[in-house]
C-alpha cells in the first residue's frame, strides 16, 4: 500500500490512530472499573450491586470481578495471536474491537438490573480480548519503518499507560450523578463502546494487511505450550522465577490496595481514582524520562533491583500510613518503581534470545505478570478476609524471595545477550 499520495497520508494516519486508540481502550479497561466497584461493591453504605451481603463476601466477590480480567487475558493474548498468524492481522482486531464491544454492553446491563453475574461475564469476555494488544502492537510494526521502530514502540506503552492513568479518572467522573444527570455507572463503558465503533469502523475501511497469514494452528492451550517451552531453559527459568515472585508484590498492590484503603480509611471511589492515576503517572514519568538517565548510570541488573525495591518500599509505607494525602504521594513513589523495574525487567528477558524469538520471550514475559496479576486478584480478597494485612505481607515476603533470587542467581551473563539458552526451540 503507497502511503505518499495524500489520500494514502491520509489512511496511514487514520490507521494509526485507530490502532493506538485500541491500544489505549485496552488501557482504560484495566482500571476504569477499579472506582465505580469500590462504590459499588466495597463501600459498606452501598448494596445496590449484590444486596446486603457481608463485607468479607463483597471482597472476595470484587477479587473475582478483577482476576477474571487477567485469566482471561492470558489465554486471549496467545489464543488471539495464533488466529490473527492464521487469518490476518485485519480479522484479528476485529474480532477483538466486537468482543470489547460486546463485554462492555454487557457490563452496562449488568449496572442497569443490577447483575453481577452479567459483570463477571462482560469482565471475562473485555479480558479474553484484551489480546488485542499484542495484535495491534504487530500490526504497528508491519506498518513502520525500521528506523522507527523503537519510537513507536514507546508510543505503543505510552497509550497503553495512559489509558490506565486516566481509566480511574474517567470512571469516577462519569459515574458521579451529582455531577450531571446523564452520569450513572453505565455511562463509562458506554463511552469505551462509541470509541470500541469508531476503531472498528476506521480498520473495516482503512486497514489492509500487509502482513502473509501463515498456515500456523490455533492452539487452545497454546499460553501452557508457552511456559513448558521457556522452562526447560535455565536463565529463563531463573528469570521466570525470581521475577515471577516479585510480580506477585506488584500484583497484590494493584489489586488489593483499594480493598485495604477502602477498609482501613474508608476510602471512596474517588479516593481510589487518585490513587491509580498518581500511581500511573509515576509510571510514565519514569518510561518516559527517567529511564534514560538510569540505563546511562546503572547495569540492567541495578535497575531491576532498584526499581523494585522503590516500589516495595512505597507500598510498605502506604500500609503504615494513615492518611490518603500520604497515600496519594506515595503512589507516585509506586509508579516510579513499577515503571523502572517493568522497562528494565523486560529488557533482561529480552536479552536472553535472539532477534528471531523476540516475539516468544515476550510472550512469556506478558503471560508471566497477566497470569500472576490474575491469581492475586482471585485469591487476595479471600486471604483479606482472614486478616485484613494478610496479603500485603504475602506480598512483601514474595518480594523478598524474588529479589534475594534475581541477586545471588542472575550474573553478568545475563547481561550480555548469549542467546545459546534458546537454540533448541
Same mark, same amino acid.
Given at each position: ?46 448494596? /445496590? ?40 492481522? #485485519? ?14 454492553? +454487557? ?13 463477571? =461475564? ?16 504487530? /500490526? ?6 525500521? *528506523? ?49 465503533? +469508531?476503531?472498528? =469502523? ?5 486497514? *489492509? ?9 490455533? #492452539? ?7 511456559? @513448558? ?11 521466570? &522465577?525470581?521475577? !515471577? /515472585?516479585?510480580?506477585? @508484590? ?14 482501613? $480509611? ?13 500511581? !500511573?503517572? !509515576? ?6 524520562? $527517567? ?32 492518611? =490518603? ?14 515503571? &523502572? ?5 523486560? #529488557? ?41 494485612? +494478610? ?19 542472575? /550474573? ?14
Amino acid at each position: 500500500m503507497s502511503y505518499k499520495s495524500t489520500a494514502g497520508k491520509v489512511r496511514y494516519a487514520l490507521i494509526f490512530f485507530a490502532l493506538f486508540l485500541i491500544l489505549f481502550l485496552d488501557g482504560f479497561g484495566q482500571s476504569l472499573i477499579f472506582p465505580i466497584l469500590a462504590k459499588t461493591l466495597l463501600s459498606p453504605d452501598n448494596y /445496590s450491586l449484590v444486596g446486603d451481603i457481608n463485607a468479607h463476601s463483597r471482597q472476595a466477590l470484587y477479587g473475582v470481578i478483577i482476576g477474571l480480567f487477567y485469566f482471561f487475558m492470558v489465554m486471549g493474548t496467545a489464543i488471539l495471536g495464533d488466529f490473527s498468524d492464521r487469518y490476518g492481522r #485485519k480479522k484479528g482486531l476485529i474480532i477483538c474491537i466486537a468482543g470489547m464491544i460486546l463485554g462492555n454492553l +454487557l457490563t452496562v446491563f449488568a449496572f442497569m438490573g443490577n447483575n453481577v453475574w452479567l459483570i463477571i =461475564l462482560g469482565r471475562s469476555i473485555i479480558g479474553f480480548t484484551a489480546g488485542s494488544q499484542a495484535i495491534a502492537q504487530a /500490526s504497528i510494526a508491519d506498518f513502520t519503518p525500521a *528506523k522507527n521502530q523503537a519510537r513507536n514502540t514507546g508510543y505503543v506503552i505510552l497509550a497503553v499507560t495512559l489509558g490506565a492513568i486516566l481509566g480511574p479518572i474517567y470512571g469516577q467522573i462519569l459515574s458521579d450523578h451529582s455531577i450531571s444527570n446523564l452520569f450513572n455507572n453505565q455511562t463509562p463503558f458506554i463511552g469505551v463502546i462509541l470509541f470500541s465503533i +469508531l476503531s472498528m =469502523l476506521i480498520l473495516s475501511t482503512c486497514y *489492509k494487511d500487509t502482513y502473509k497469514p501463515s498456515n500456523s494452528s490455533i #492452539k487452545l492451550v497454546r499460553f501452557l505450550d508457552i511456559f @513448558c517451552d521457556a522452562w526447560r531453559h535455565d536463565k529463563i527459568r531463573v528469570l521466570l &522465577i525470581s521475577m !515471577g /515472585s516479585i510480580f506477585g @508484590c506488584w500484583a497484590v498492590y494493584y489489586t488489593y490496595m483499594s480493598v485495604y484503603l477502602v477498609r482501613t $480509611l474508608n476510602a471512596t471511589g474517588a479516593n481510589i481514582s487518585i490513587l491509580m492515576s498518581m500511581y !500511573g503517572i !509515576g509510571a510514565s514519568i519514569a518510561m518516559g524520562f $527517567l529511564s534514560r538517565i538510569i540505563e546511562k548510570h546503572f547495569t540492567t541488573k541495578q535497575a531491576v533491583i532498584f526499581g523494585w525495591t522503590l516500589f516495595a518500599t512505597a507500598s510498605f509505607f502506604t500500609q503504615l500510613s494513615n492518611s =490518603l494525602h500520604v497515600d496519594y504521594f506515595l503512589a507516585v513513589f509506586a509508579g516510579l518503581g513499577i515503571g &523502572i523495574g517493568m522497562l528494565f525487567t523486560m #529488557k533482561i528477558f529480552s536479552l536472553q534470545v535472539g532477534p528471531d524469538k523476540q516475539g516468544w520471550i515476550m510472550g512469556i514475559f506478558n503471560a508471566t505478570w497477566v497470569g500472576i496479576m490474575g491469581i492475586s486478584a482471585a485469591l487476595m480478597g479471600y486471604i483479606g478476609n482472614i486478616q485484613i494485612t +494478610l496479603p500485603l505481607i504475602i506480598g512483601y515476603i514474595l518480594y523478598l524471595f524474588g529479589i534475594f533470587i534475581f541477586i545471588t542467581k542472575v /550474573s553478568r551473563e545475563f547481561e550480555n545477550g548469549d542467546h545459546n539458552c534458546i537454540r533448541d526451540i
